[in-house]
Structures are given as C-alpha cells and as structure tokens.
C-alpha cells in the first residue's frame, strides 16, 4: 500500500463530484429544454486492494460508472398512446367546429332556419297575393337565398375539404421526414453507444421526434439489444430500434420507409374536390389505410373528415356481366336523392379497381333495384367477378364531409322534387305551362330541368335530380330574370282569376307538412343536422378534452420519473458540493499529515 | 411518495389557469351576448330547440305582422265599399218609392232621371274598389275589375255565356204596340192630301211573360237546358201517336225516364239511365211509350221502326223491334239466366235481383257495353274484348260505359213489314246535345227588335189569335236580352218548376256593365286563339267560391273577400237600367204630347184635315203618355220589394264581413299573446340568467385570480435562491 494512497482516494472524489456537479449544471442548465431527461451520474466505489494485512481490503475510492438518463419506457409509450388519441379528436374538433360555424343559425348568423323560414313567410305573403310581381319578387328573391344558402356551404365543405387534403399532404410530408430523422439517430446513437457509453441527449432527441410521431398517427416502438451473433450472451452495446405506424413497420434501425400522397384522378363522393390524395407505401405501394381501427392521431382525424361518410358507400353484388355492363345487386343505395357515386369513377370489384363511366338503375320484375355500371376499362377478368362485391369508396364510420354534402344533395333534391312537382301542375302569369323552379347548373353553365326523366329507369347522365346538388342548385333563370314567371294557378284556376292560391298553399306544406327528408320535413333538415353535427363536435370536445386530460397526467409523470428539478438539483448540488470540499478536506488533511511524516517526523 | 418537480407544478398550474380562463372567457361571452350558448355544440338540446322555437316565432310574427293586418286592411276596403254600396241602394230604394207614388211633374223625372243614372254609375264603381290595386270583390281574379271600365276594352269584349234561370224569373212584362210618334210635316200633308186615308193607330200594351237576360244587344242565343215537359208527339208511318217522352238535357248527355211521369228508366243502382251517343248507323229520333214494365226505353229509327227494351212485371225481357216481339224471360227474381249464341256459348246473361231490377253482365259477370253499327254489332265486355259478334244486337249503356239495357237478335231473323229482311240498321241514337235540337222540339222563334215591334202590333189586332199561336213558342230578342214565353209555356214551366238555361254570344260591351265572369259560366272570346273559359258553376248547379284565404294562425285560414256575386243581384243593374228607360219613355211621352199640341196651335197646320190627323195623333200620344206613367209608376213599385232584397243582400255581406272581422280580431289578440309567450319562451331558452352569470362570472374570475396568484408564488423561489 503506498503512502500516498489515501490523496489517491480523495482525488477521485474530487474528481466524481466535479463530475456529478457537472452533471447537476447540466441539468439545471437544460431545465426548460423541451424532452431533455435528468441525467445522473452513477458512482460506484471502487475496487478495493487486497492488502495482505489483518484488516483485508483497502477501499480505493469513488469511480464515475456512467452518465444515464432517468426514463420510463412505459410512460413513454403510455404518453404516445394518449397523445395519439388527444390529437386525433382536437382535430376533429377543430374541424367540426368549422362545419358547425357552417351550419350556424342565431341571432348573429342568418342560417338555414331563418333563410327557410324567411323564405316559406314570403311564399305565406305570395299565397296572399299571388299576382303581386313585387311580393313574388322578393320570394324569388328568398328562394335564391336558399339555394346561396346551400351553394355556399357546399362550396366551404368543398374548401374544407380541400384544406384537410393538403394538412394530410403535409402531415405524411412530416411522417418521412421524422422516419428519416429517427433512422439516422438511430445509427448515431449506435456509434455512440456502441462504445460503452450512453448518447443521452440523442436519445432524448430521438424520444422528442417519436412523441411528435405519435400524434400524427398510432407509434408502437421497440428496441432491442443487438447481439453479437456468434456470442449470444455478449453485448455489443449497440440497439436496434424499431417503429411501427399503425401497425406498419416505419423505422428498422438505420433504415425507414417513406410514405406517398397519390392524388386521385376520380372522385368516391360525388361532391368530392379533385386531387385527393390517398396515402400508399412508396416501396410496396399498399394501401397505407389511416382509417383503421387501430390507428390514431391526426392522420386518421383527417382522413375521417375528409372521406367520412357513415358508412354509407354504395355498395353491391355483381349478379352479372354482359360484355363491360356489370349488374349489381343489393345496392345498398336505391333512392335516387341519397345517391352519392359520382358519374363516373372507380368502382372495386373483388379486389380490383375498375373506372365506370355511367350508370344506370332500374327496378327488376320483383321489383328490387339494380344497377348497372358501364366499365370503361379493359374488362379482363371482369367476367369471373359475379357473386363478389362491388363497392365504391369505403364504409368510413365517421360523419365527415362527405356525410354533410350527401345530406345537403339528399335535402336539395327532395325539396326541389317535391317543389317543382307542384309548380309543373300550374301554369306561370302568362298562362304558360311552368317549368322546374329548382334547377341544377351543370359543369358547363346550362340548365338542367330534369324534364326526361322516365318513371321508370334512371340513367346517371338523365336530366335527373341525381344532377342537383347542394354546390348548383339555382332558381331558373327564367324565373330569376321575370318574376311572373312561377307558377301559382293551375290552369283552369288560373282562368278563373290570377289570386287563386291553391298552389302557394301546396307549396307552403312543404314547409313542415311534408315528409321529404329523413322520414321528416324540410324545416326539420337543419334540426337533424345540426344534431349530427353538435353531437359530433360536442364528442370530439368532450374526447379531446379527457385525453388531454390523461395525456397530462401521464406527461406528469413521465415528467415525476425523468424531470429536472430545481430543488432536487439544487440540493445534489449541495451535496456534490460538500462532497467535494469534503475531498479537498481530506486532501488538505492529508498534506498536513504527509508535512508531519515528511517534515517534522523524525527530524 | 410521487417525485413532483417544478416543471409538473408549473404545467399543472398552467393547465388550471388555462381552464380557468376558459371559464372566464365563457362567462364573458355569455355576459356580452346575453346568449347561454356562443355556439350549438355548447348544448345541442337548447341550441336545436332554439332553433324550433324561432322557427315558430318567425310563423306567428309573418301573422301578427303581415297576413293578419293585411287582412284586415284588405276588409276594411271591402266593408267601406259595402257601406257605400248599401247607401247607394238606399238611394234608389227612396228614388223607386219616390217614383211608385207622387204625381210627378216633369222636374221631378228629370230630377229622377239624373239621380238613378248617378247611382247606377256609381254602385258598380263601388264594386270596383281595391286594395293596393287588387280588386276586392272579384274574387281571384283580382287584377280584373268588376265592370268594364274602360270604354275600349269594352266595346271589343267577346263573350259567350251560359245563364240558368228557374220559373221563378217569369215574369209579367208590359210592351206597348203601336207607339205613338210626333207625326212629320209630311205625313200630316199626306193625310191632308188624302194620300193616306188612316189616321195612326193608338197604342195598345200587350202583357207578355217574359225572362230577362243579364244582358241585352247579344248576338245569337239558344236555349241549352231545359227541364220542362215538352209534349213531342211522334207519329209513325202508320199514323200511331207514340206519346210522351220527358227529356231532360244538359250540355252533353241526355237522361231519359219515362214519359208518364212515373218510374224512371234506372240502372241496378238506381241511377237514373243516361245515355249519349249510341250510335246504331242511322239517324234517330226517340220516345218511350205509356210504361207497362219496370224498365222500358224505346227508339226509333229512320224509317220509324221502332226498338223497345223492357222487362215487365213478371221478369220478362221484351225487346221488340218493328212490332216483332223477341221475348227473353227473364227468371223470376233473384236468378240469372245464360243466353246462348248459335254455337252454344253464352253470351251473356242477365241477373234478375229480388227487387225486381237487373243487370245483364258477360259470362265472367263482367258488365257488358256493346257497339252497335248498321250492320252488326259486337258484344264487348268493359275491357272491350269481344264477346261474340252478333248482328242484330242492340245495346244501350249508360253514359260512362257502366249499365246497360241489352238485347241480343242473334239468331233471329226479323222481317219488317216492308218484307225486307231488317239486319242490323236498326237505329240511330244521337243525343240532342245540339240546342238546334231542342229549340225545334220548343219551337223558338228569334225575333229582331222590328219583328217583334210587327209581333206586338198583331198582338194589338188579334190578341187571342196570336196568343193561340204561340202560346207553346219561345221568342229571343237578341236586342234587349228577353226571352218571351207563350202563355202555356209559362204556365206549364210554372206549374212544372222548370228551369232552363240560356246559351248566348255577345260581342261589346258598354262601360260600366259588369263582367260576365263575375256572375256566369261564360267563354271569353275576345282573343279567338286563346278563348278563356270561366267556371262559376259546378256540375250541380252549385256556385263555386273563390275564397281568398289568408293563414292568420297557425291552424286557421280567414276568407277575407267578399265577392260580388253575394253583395249584388246581376238583376241591379239592369234592374236601374229599365228603371232609366221607364222615365225616359214617359218623359219622351210628354214631350211628344207637348210638341204635338204645339203643332196643333201652329198655323201651318190650319188645314181642317191636318188637325184631324193631329188630334187624332194627340190622342194616340195623350194615351201614351199615360201608359208610360202608368208603366214607371209600376215598374218604381215593382222594384220597392226589389231594392229592398237587394238592401238585404247587400246588408247580409256586411254582416258576413263583419263576423269575419270579429273572428280576424280575435286571433290578433291570440298571435299578440303568442308572440309574447314565445318571446318569452325562446328568451329563457336562449338568453343567460344575467344575476347567475354574474354570480358565476365573479367566482371563475376568483379562482383565475387565485390560480394566478399561485402560479406566481410557484415560479417565485427555488432552493437555488438560497444557496
């Protein structure tokens, strides 16, 4: 044993907390750094010297083992998956918040119950003077308020979607870029650690970067030890770490996959915009699919918006094939006003796509609805898909946009149906036998009047109402420019005098007499709407608000296991500090004991 | 123990600091707006039963505010024209009271004379009153006026119209023959040159029934219905009478039954059996016989076969054609009998119900309507599949191709008299839709207003020979709108309760007269491309109403116009227009009677032969001019008990309006309550308790404070201060 040993022992103490002081500034230094975890030196003692004396071993001090970080993975994962939730609904209620506002009806914002209700008094006023051009002038002027109603909202629907289009853009935009980021984390952490000691802040970062991950979609991590494959039980200190997005492997150690937006070239809605991006794998393009069930974050929140319809897709059983006619049966949809398949678009057989460019419906001998789709594509191996499914779209449980603009078009159609079947009994001031007031503006600017359209057998490019929608219901222009052009006589009513009401009166029932709309009245439309959409948007609150809720307290106490804190730190710095004059104590102690034994012992 | 750093204190405390000022900004907003919610999804049931209750109160307020004192101004316009028009009335009522009974002096008709032509003017402008230019009494069709007012218009107004009448609108007019006229200088020179030997004849007043249109100078005029007994004897070749038929017709169907009065020809439903068109081949005319049986029609033929159908007493089918009789008995009642054709198939068969009536129905029961034409005829069940063909089968169905009466010849060969061999042709059945038809059976006359002038003066020379010869006529003066009756016309048609309707063209009008939709069933023609046809009558008879309703509450409609149909009898106006003629024929009267006596004084007319004729002209003027005082003194006091109805009319229309008005006022007072109630209502539901708010607004601030407060002792100090 030398002499000296015991400055020895005191100077790695010195040493150590120097170390441990260091460590405490670091992390009174990184307090508010967002995803920093409290690192901590371990210390060990160390090895003691066999001394070969009565006493035994001689202790030798302190020895700095590592600087590690205080981090639960369970908490973590925890976090993520309340994250993931949290973000999900804020989302949605940021959205439906809009739809809402859309929808808005109060003493502030003039919305479809009072333009309906304002509209229905003016028509009340006409039915009271029904000749007067100036009183129909203003209720033209009310309908063509209630078509601005309906065109309007579409048209922000349309916008929205449009919207939620490009932050899906974005977001995948932001998954690739952190899939990227984390791999190359992961092979610098690896060279890091692969040398025995621990890339803390790394980690940390990597952490951050899989949080934010988290809230765009469902992250499962994990990490394990790579093992040398020779020797089993020897490690290598290096790890691998894995991510999965929605069950979906992303990140694979220092290799990541990348997602694509490819936007659709047809549309699954018929009041969809163009351009909607589906999501695909870029190496193996499958189908990413946000919507499933297990998946979370904002990704699937937008999605849902955005294709949400209720689950209420067409679809059917193909019953046959007769050249590139495919006849399906068991539509789920046979109303002409609730159709929602856009004229033309991809229909899914089987498990294939095929691009349709019409269709046609009609009732079979017993009387149960078929449709007819008319492919467009090579229809190879078209012929041996009867008896399987035919879908377009997919059932998405949510009540998204979609879902909001079916419901305007069904609303539209079967109020202006039942409206213009009324006034083409009657005959307009002229004496003129009187057209559709409710028209559809087509693409290119025209009338449609549904005039042809058979009883019987409906053709999706038919002048039919399946044309009218919420975006281009209009009043007829001939209506628009010359008020005497509506209708409120029948003929022979109309010869016996100008003021007979007997239409207006039809006309009024439509107000909430008749049963047009969701087994209720017109006036009942914004009613049920506005429950679909409060109801929504109350879950979306009430959901973002508990998994907030949660996700804080999780965050909590993540933060018990791995925060800085000051008191903590300043109390380590206490002692780090005492333990280092302590130290230098001993080693003052020491040199006094070294002066007597050299200097005055003996002499 | 949890390890809590500062970090967890500082986000907790952040978090209830953000969740205090949400509270905060929540009240606050409610505070400002006054509203419980800033938006639905605050609290879906209040924020969609919000929604019903505006749409609600935005119903009651287009009542309240709009429809209800629409309706009421609307009214007031009809009552203040209605209170005019009854002053009006009134007027003429003391005019005609005045007129019945003082010796008038010339001043007095002159007077009388002005005023009637006044309030006849001014009535029907009255009945021209509106309503921010909608005419009140004109029921829809609001944008035309009662009358013509404007003389154009007017005068190029075509209109066909159709005007019923019932025996009670016969009535005893006076017409006078050979009027008295202020002779010219020449014809007292050709009496006095003995170049006319007679002096002129003096008036004579003739009594004629007649029936006055509502208008007069029409253009052509039939008569379109009747409902009269009409004696149409029809004699056969063999100089038979065949006796009475009694017709009743309408537009477009005629309805036969018996001619005797008695039973009528009724299908199994007890419908009265009417036929149109039933077409055999050749023309037709028809009568029935004194009735033996239960059900019996006969026709005729062109050459006066006759075709009998009847089932008598016993349930015997008899069809006899040309005196040929073809008997099916029918089996006693409650059976049903098959008739066979050649081969054997039944053709039809004929069900004898325990009443007594029948049906003949095809082999699947269904009912039989068959076409005859001259040469066979078919046997079509109603689907109009053929049953069998079967020359000489006759069948008569009722007018919408449900009943029948039906004989079937099959089989059978008859011969008529003539030897001929009688296969199908058997008749013709044409209904006599066409008024020439019936104006031939009534024998009408038309007359001009000179051939009736010719009427009247044979009338004064041989009054019962010409009341003989036409005492069954009809005579139409286009001119003046009457219709003449003879003397047993007008007996029978009373004694009958008969009624007819008048079918006439009339071309121009005068300004002021009223417009023929606002009473009849009429055609305007004006624009011959575009005829309009106005409907005022329904099928029976029944006055149809153009009621303007206006929805005043949520379940009640208020019919707020009053039409003129129910304020004036179209008889007013030409009621006070007659009214003007008779003063002006007595004051025409007088001065002939003046300007005569002038002559006589003047010395131009010294000549012995010429005062003769003078005199003798004075006397015929002189009696004139009594008959026109006589004739206004009655017609004034005929038209006391006229105006007074018509004063009652008038008085029941206000009446009527008034009540309306009443009821109108009533359910102001409701809507006025309910738009309260439902402010009210829709206040609770929407607007915040103001003293809770701020009761809630103050503690949320106190805790925002207090979480303040806290948050700055948090983050104040740290053991790092110490050190």
């Known amino acids: ?603 | 123990m949890m390890r809590i750093t500062n970090g967890m204190m500082m986000n907790n405390t952040k978090t209830n600091i953000n969740g205090n000022k949400v509270s905060v900004d929540r009240l606050n907003t409610q505070m400002s707006t006054q509203k419980k919610l800033t938006k639905p999804s605050d609290n879906a049931l209040i924020a969609i039963r919000s929604l019903r209750l505006n749409a609600t109160l935005s119903a009651i307020n287009q009542y309240y505010e709009n429809n209800i004192p629409d309706a009421q101004s609307w009214m007031e316009v009809t009552e203040t024209a209605l209170t005019n028009m009854k002053d009006i009335v009134t007027g003429a009522y003391r005019l005609s009271v005045n007129g019945a009974t003082d010796t008038l002096t010339e001043d007095d008709r002159n007077t009388i004379l002005t005023q009637l032509k006044s309030l006849s003017s001014q009535l029907y402008a009255e009945a021209d009153s509106d309503y921010a230019g909608r005419t009140v009494f004109s029921g829809y069709k609001t944008n035309e006026t009662v009358t013509f007012n404007k003389a154009l218009e007017a005068s190029d107004a075509k209109y066909s119209i159709e005007e019923k009448h019932t025996y009670e609108q016969i009535e005893e007019a006076k017409y006078y023959a050979d009027k008295a006229e202020v002779p010219t200088a020449a014809e007292v020179d050709s009496y006095a040159s003995g170049g006319v030997t007679d002096t002129p004849d003096s008036p004579e007043e003739i009594s004629l029934y007649r029936v006055r249109l509502a208008y007069d100078s029409q253009d052509t005029i039939n008569l379109v219905e009747y409902n009269f007994p009409v004696e149409t004897t029809s004699t056969r070749d063999d100089g038979t009478v065949t006796g009475n038929l009694s017709v009743s017709t309408k537009m477009s169907t005629v309805e036969v039954d018996d001619g005797a009065g008695g039973t009528k020809m009724e299908d199994v439903n007890e419908q009265t059996l009417t036929w149109r068109s039933i077409n055999l081949g050749t023309a037709f005319t028809y009568y029935s016989t004194e009735m033996g049986g239960l059900d019996h029609v006969e026709l005729q033929d062109d050459r006066d076969y006759k075709l009998s159908f009847s089932l008598d007493a016993s349930g015997k089918l008899n069809v006899e054609y040309d005196s040929v009789v073809l008997t099916k008995t029918v089996k006693n009642n409650g059976t049903t009998q098959s008739y066979a054709n050649a081969d054997g198939e039944e053709v039809f068969r004929v069900i004898t119900n325990t009443d007594g009536s029948y049906a003949i129905r095809d082999s699947s029961n269904n009912r039989i309507t068959v076409n005859g034409n001259s040469n066979s005829s078919v046997i079509t069940d109603v689907q109009g599949n053929s049953l069998a063909s079967a020359a000489n089968s006759v069948v008569i169905s009722n007018y919408d191709g449900k009943q029948l009466v039906e004989a079937n010849f099959a089989g059978t060969t008859t011969t008529s008299t003539s030897g001929a061999v009688v296969n199908g042709s058997l008749a013709t059945i044409i209904t006599s839709d066409k008024a020439a038809d019936i104006e031939n059976k009534l024998s009408v006359e038309t007359m001009t207003a000179a051939a009736f002038e010719k009427y009247l003066s044979d009338c004064a020379d041989d009054p019962d020979g010409m009341e003989d010869a036409y005492k069954d006529k009809m005579i139409y003066l286009a001119d003046s709108g009457e219709v003449i009756l003879g003397t047993n016309l007008a007996q029978n048609m009373t004694s009958e309760r008969a009624g007819f309707a008048f079918d006439y063209d009339k071309n121009g009008f005068r300004s002021g007269e009223v417009r023929p939709e606002m009473y009849y069933n009429c055609v305007n023609k004006t624009d011959p491309a575009n005829p309009i046809v106005y409907t005022n009558f329904d099928e029976d008879d029944g006055w149809i109403y153009q009621n303007i309703d206006y929805q005043v509450s949520a379940n009640q409609t208020l019919n707020v116009n009053t039409q003129i149909r129910n304020v004036i009898n179209s008889d007013c106006y030409r009621d006070m227009e007659e009214m003007t003629m008779a003063v002006q024929n007595a004051i025409d009267a007088h001065s002939s009677v003046a300007e005569i006596n002038k002559m006589l004084a003047s010395s131009a007319y010294d000549d012995p032969k010429m005062q003769e004729y003078l005199k003798a002209c004075l006397n015929n003027a002189q009696k004139q001019a009594a008959y026109a005082d006589d004739y206004m003194q009655k017609k004034f006091s005929s038209q006391i008990s006229r105006f007074e109805k018509y004063l009652s009319d008038i008085n029941l229309a206000i009446t009527d309006s008034g009540s309306r008005g009443e009821r109108l006022n009533l359910t102001k007072n409701r809507m006025a309550n309910q738009q309260t109630t439902f402010t009210e209502l829709q206040s609770s539901n929407d607007d915040a308790e103001m003293s809770d708010i701020t009761i809630d607004y103050t503690s949320a601030y106190t805790a925002y404070q207090a979480s303040l407060q806290a948050a700055g002792k948090i983050s104040d100090m740290s053991l790092l201060d110490y050190i």
């Open chain 1, 1 to 603: 044993m030398s002499t000296f040993f015991g400055l020895s022992i005191a100077e790695s103490g010195l040493r150590v907390y120097h170390a441990a002081a260091n460590t405490t500034a670091n992390n009174i230094s990184n307090v508010n750094t967002k995803g920093y975890s409290k690192q901590v030196l371990n210390t060990s003692s160390s090895a003691a010297i066999r001394s070969y004396t009565s006493w035994g071993t001689i202790s030798t001090g302190v020895t700095a083992d590592s600087v590690t970080q205080l981090r639960s993975q369970f908490y973590d994962n925890k976090y993520r998956a309340y994250t993931g939730y949290q973000s999900e609904f804020e989302t949605k209620n940021e959205y439906m918040l809009q739809i809402e506002n859309y929808f808005r009806d109060d003493s502030t914002v003039r919305g479809f119950g009072s333009i309906y209700d304002t509209m229905f008094s003016s028509l009340d006023s006409l039915s009271t003077s029904p000749a007067d051009t100036t009183v129909r002038n203003q209720f033209i002027s009310d309908a063509q308020n209630f078509c601005s109603f309906f065109n309007t909202v579409a048209s922000s629907l349309e916008s929205l979607q449009q919207d939620v289009n490009e932050q899906i853009n974005s977001t995948v935009s932001q998954v690739n870029s952190i899939a990227q980021k984390i791999s190359i984390l992961n092979s610098q952490i690896n060279s890091v650690e692969i040398s025995g000691s621990y890339a803390n802040e790394l980690r940390d970062e990597r952490a951050l970067l899989v949080d934010e991950l988290s809230k765009y979609v469902a992250t499962e991590t994990k990490e394990t030890e790579v093992v040398n494959s020779n020797y089993p039980d020897m490690y290598t200190g290096a790890t691998n770490f894995e991510i999965k997005i929605n069950g979906q492997l992303l990140v694979d150690g220092d290799r990541f996959r990348q997602l694509n937006c490819v936007a659709r070239d047809y549309r699954v809605n018929q009041s969809d915009t163009r351009g909607l991006y589906d999501v695909y794998w870029a190496d193996n393009g499958e189908n990413f699919n946000p919507t499933s069930l297990s998946n979370s974050g904002n990704l699937k929140a937008l999605f849902e918006l955005r294709d949400g319809n209720n689950e209420e897709a067409f679809s059917g059983t193909v019953k046959s094939i007769s050249g590139t006619a495919v006849t399906v049966v068991k539509p789920t949809l046979t109303d002409e006003n609730s159709m929602t398949m856009p004229q033309n678009g991809t229909i899914s057989i089987g498990s294939k796509n095929y691009s349709y460019s019409g269709f046609d419906m009609y009732n079979d001998l017993e009387g149960n609805a078929q449709y007819v789709f008319y492919i467009d594509s090579d229809p190879n191996g078209l012929s041996s898909t009867a008896g399987k499914t035919a879908a377009l779209g997919s059932d998405i449980d949510y009540k998204g946009i979609p879902y909001y603009q079916a419901q305007m078009n069904e609303f539209v159609r079967a109020f202006a149906k039942s409206f213009n079947e009324i006034e083409q009994e009657g005959v307009d001031l002229y004496g003129n036998p009187m057209g559709a007031f409710f028209v559809a503006e087509s693409v290119t600017g025209s009338e449609i009047d549904f005039y042809d359209e058979p009883a019987t057998y409906f053709e999706s490019s038919g002048s039919n109402y399946y044309q009218l929608t919420a975006g281009n219901i209009r009043i007829a222009k001939a209506s628009r420019d010359d008020p005497s052009v509506f209708s409120t006589a029948m003929l022979e009513k109309y010869q016996n005098g100008i003021d007979d009401e007997e239409m207006t009166n039809r006309l009024l029932t439509l107000q909430k007499d008749t049963v047009m709309y969701r087994g209720s009245s017109g006036q009942q439309f914004l009613q049920y709407i506005m429950s679909d959409v409060t109801i929504d948007t109350e879950e979306s609150q009430l959901l973002s608000n508990n998994y907030y809720t949660i996700a804080n307290t999780v965050a909590n106490q993540r933060t018990s296991v791995s925060g800085v804190d000051e008191d903590e730190e300043a109390l380590d710095l206490l002692k780090f500090q005492n333990a280092y004059s302590l130290c230098s104590k001993v080693i003052s102690v020491m040199t006094e004991m070294y002066d007597k034994l050299i200097n005055q012992t003996g002499v």
